[in-house]
C-alpha cells in the first residue's frame, strides 16, 4: 500500500506501489505457498496470471478466486492453462467455467471457512497466500482466517477518499479494530514491509 494506506487511486485502477527487492519478495513467497487467492475485483481491474514465472503447471501454486456472482471473465488470464484453478461461488451461482473447478458453498454469500475446508479436503491446500482485493482481505480478518499479514509501505501518497484500502469494503467494522503484534519489519527498496500475527 501507498504511504497514506491506499492501494489504488479512486478509479482503482493498478499503480505501481513496490519496489523492485519487493516485487522479487512476492514472487519468491508464491513458491512457498499451495494457493495464491484473489477476488473476482482484482480479476476484472488487474486481470492477473498469479503464476511463478518459468514453473510449469504442476509447479505452480493453485490459482483460487472468489466469485460470489460468476462475474469473472472467460477471457480472463487466470482462467489460462498456465496453472490449476478454482473458482469459488455462493450455491445460487450457475455460472461455469471451460477447464476449471467450481466450489458452491454458502447461500448468498461464499461461506468461507467452509470453502477453506472443501480446499483443505478435496484439493490438499494446506496454506494459501491472499493477495487480494480489500474486501477479499476484511473478510478473511471477519472470519479470523488470518495467520499472517505482511504489508509493503511504499514511498507515494496516492489520496482519495474513495480510494481502496487494504481491509476495504461495506458491511463489516472490527469492534475495537483487530489487534496485530508487529513481528518483523524490514526496509526494502524505497519502502517497507511490516510482518503481523493477528491476536484475536
Known amino acids: 500500500m501507498s504511504a497514506d ?3 489504488a487511486g479512486a478509479e482503482r485502477k493498478q499503480i505501481r506501489i513496490s519496489s523492485d527487492e519487493d516485487i522479487t519478495r512476492v514472487k ?9 487467492l484473489v ?16 514453473a510449469t503447471y504442476d509447479e505452480n501454486p493453485i490459482r483460487i478466486v472468489l466469485d460470489t456472482n460468476g462475474r469473472t471473465p472467460d477471457s480472463a488470464r487466470v482462467l489460462d492453462d498456465k496453472a ?18 467450481s466450489v458452491r458453498c454458502g447461500k448468498g454469500h461464499i461461506d ?8 483443505a479436503e478435496e484439493y490438499g491446500i494446506e496454506n494459501v497466500i491472499v493477495e487480494g482485493g480489500g474486501e477479499v482481505i476484511a473478510s478473511f480478518f471477519r472470519e479470523k482466517l488470518v495467520d499472517k499479514y ?12 474513495t ?13 475495537g479494530g483487530v489487534r496485530l503484534n508487529l513481528t518483523n519489519s524490514e526496509v526494502l527498496g ?8 493477528p491476536s484475536y
Open 163 to 175: 480510494a481502496p484500502t487494504p481491509a476495504d469494503g461495506e458491511g463489516w467494522v472490527a469492534e
Open 39 to 54: 477476488g473476482v475485483g482484482t480479476v476484472i481491474a488487474d486481470d492477473p496470471h498469479l503464476t511463478v514465472k518459468n
Open 190 to 197: 524505497n519502502g517497507i514491509l511490516l510482518t503481523f500475527i
Open 84 to 101: 490449476p484453478t478454482v473458482v469459488i461461488t455462493c450455491e445460487e451461482c450457475t455460472k461455469d467455467w471451460p477447464g476449471v473447478e
Open 28 to 36: 519468491n513467497l508464491r513458491r512457498k505457498y499451495n494457493a495464491i
Open 150 to 161: 505482511t504489508v509493503f509501505v511504499g514511498g507515494l501518497v496516492i489520496g482519495g477518499r
Open 112 to 119: 468461507l471457512p467452509r470453502a477453506m475446508e472443501i480446499l
Open 5 to 7: 494506506g491506499k492501494l
